[in-house]
């Protein structure tokens, strides 16, 4: 008896702490597009939706809202630079991104958010002549409410 008391005490306090966090996502995406012809940027949210008004379940049909009515107004947009140029990959570029970003997660955690998780990938033509597509780190981060 004791045990479950003991396991539903736990489960309960995971439950609640679970509850005590909110979480805030910032993207960014690298251009690897040549030239200087991509737009790299890191964008930040400010506007809150809730994924419900965007959501339909497949048996009511066809999505209702309009595309419209999803999209943000407020959000932070950052330039970076793009990682080539007329003379190949710049790695001072790359630098640079790596000192803005950087310079982002820390006005962050002063703010009292965590950097809890970094998902990333890269989307690309891979013709026989590519040179044109994305890379993009999202950073996950996580605070206590208040």
């Known amino acids: 008896m004791k045990r479950i008391a003991l396991l539903l005490v736990f489960l309960n306090s995971f439950l609640i702490s ?7 996502i ?18 930040d949210v400010e506007d809150k939706r809730d ?4 959501s339909t379940e497949h048996t009511e049909g066809r999505n209702k809202t309009d595309r419209s009515d999803l999209r943000v107004e407020h959000f932070e947009e950052t330039k970076l ?6 003379g190949g990959i710049r790695f001072e570029n790359i630098a640079t ?12 955690a002063t703010q ?16 026989s002549n590519d ?12 605070k206590k409410k208040q």
């Open 112 to 127: 009292g958010w965590e950097l809890m998780q970094v998902v990333s990938g890269v989307e690309s033509d891979s013709g």
């Open 81 to 86: 630079l793009n990682f080539y140029n007329l």
């Open 26 to 43: 910032v993207t960014c995406v690298e251009s690897i597009v040549p030239n200087g012809l991509g737009r790299s940027r890191m964008i």
């Open 51 to 54: 994924f419900k008004e965007s």
């Open 18 to 24: 679970a509850q005590e966090y909110e979480y805030k």
């Open 97 to 108: 991104n790596d000192a803005i970003i950087s310079s982002k997660i820390n006005t962050l």
């Open 131 to 142: 040179g044109q597509g994305i890379y993009i780190t999202r950073l996950i981060f996580k």
